[in-house]
């Protein structure tokens, strides 16, 4: 697992993190950054929507990413060939799947 500077409980996860669609494999990185295993997460597509979330859960909305005005409410969207954005502001941060497209 790779984890920025200043951020804390943001993480890029790694292949031997295992598959983090694995609740299993969630709970662990979860209980390593110290947050809540019930993470937000959205039908990732390739495009340019970000929409903004206020309780964990999967959203079948498509989209590339996620923000948040909830404190402590984790955000994850999956970067297997793609680059994982985190950005951070006052008010909020969000999580972003940015690809080639």
């Not at 993190?17 to 662990?28: L, S, T, V, W, Y």
């Not at 993470?39 to 495009?47: C, E, F, K, N, S």
């Amino acid at each position: 697992m790779i984890q920025p500077l200043r951020r804390p409980g943001a993480a890029f996860t790694l292949e031997a993190d295992g598959d983090q669609k694995n609740p299993a494999h969630r709970g662990i990185v979860s209980e390593e950054l110290g947050i809540s295993s019930d993470w937000a997460t959205v039908r990732q597509v390739h495009g340019a929507r970000i929409v903004e979330v206020a309780v964990p859960g999967h959203l079948k909305v498509g989209a590339d990413g996620l923000f948040t005005r909830t404190v402590g409410l984790p955000l994850a969207v999956m970067a297997a060939d793609c680059a994982g954005v985190v950005v951070g502001g006052d008010g909020g941060v969000g999580v972003a799947h940015a690809g080639w497209r």
